[in-house]
């Protein structure tokens, strides 16, 4: 089993404000690291999928770097929005995906 | 884009029975759909991957005669709790992979089924 990290848990964030935070993974045999968002009562839905060291990725407000050597990727999360409220998996790739238990963001208006 | 249905959204069954979760690609075909479960504040789980066409492959310490998985087309996966008793009651979920996509593509998740064994 290996063992992805996810810090923190969880965190509240002001609207406007903007936040960031990690995901850890194995350095080695490493294929892809994806970000999948998941909003209660829904599907989890893929932000990004990064390959390359040094990979930074952005979807609007949200985006992600990536550190395949070190073995970690920061998400960050601008101006945060009450629509930005959901749990934020992070899943590191060899031959399967292996799942952090993910980082639960909650914005108050 | 891509929609994956997974159903029951809920199920309660008494414990000796059997219960089958449907995992169904409505927009594309999917060579290989998984199987996780997930306990109250920990990860997803990687239970079995299931190909079309063929048996699954089942994790280590996954009873693959506990749990039964059926891939019978590429667009459905069945994950079939035989027997069922109380440590079985979970959050079980899938994702499929697209046809033709590899191991860095994004996944397509089911909403998954809350098992509750009576």
């Known amino acids: 089993i290996l063992n992805v990290e996810q810090s923190p848990q969880s965190l509240h964030v002001q609207e406007g404000d903007s936040t960031n935070f ?5 350095s080695s045999n490493f294929y892809a690291l ?10 989890p839905e893929a932000l990004f999928v990064m390959t390359l060291n040094g990979d930074e990725k952005k979807k609007g407000r949200i985006s992600a770097t990536l550190n395949t050597k070190e073995g970690y990727s920061y998400l960050y999360i601008k101006g945060s929005q009450p629509e930005d ?3 934020y998996l992070c899943a590191f790739s060899d031959y399967k995906l292996s799942f952090g238990a993910g980082t639960t963001v909650t914005v108050r208006a | 884009g891509a929609v994956v249905s997974q159903h029951p959204s809920r199920v309660i069954c008494k414990s000796g029975t059997s219960v089958k979760i ?11 759909m998984f199987w ?8 997803l789980m990687l239970m079995a991957t299931s190909n079309e066409g063929s048996k699954a492959t089942y994790e280590q310490g996954v009873e693959k005669d506990k749990f039964l998985i059926n891939h019978a087309s590429l667009t459905l996966s069945t994950l079939t709790v035989t027997s ?21 593509g994004e996944l397509f998740f089911g909403e998954g089924s809350r098992l509750t064994v009576l």
């Open chain 1, 22 to 26: 990690t995901c850890s993974f194995p």
């Open chain 1, 34 to 43: 994806h970000w999948y968002r998941w909003e209660t009562a829904k599907s």
């Open chain 1, 85 to 87: 409220s959901a749990t």
């Open chain 2, 22 to 32: 449907e995992c169904r690609s409505l927009d594309f075909q999917a060579t290989t």
């Open chain 2, 36 to 43: 996780y479960r997930q306990f109250p504040k920990k990860s």
């Open chain 2, 84 to 104: 069922a008793h109380p440590e079985d009651s979970s959050f079980y979920i899938c994702s499929a992979r697209p046809r033709g996509t590899t191991n860095t």
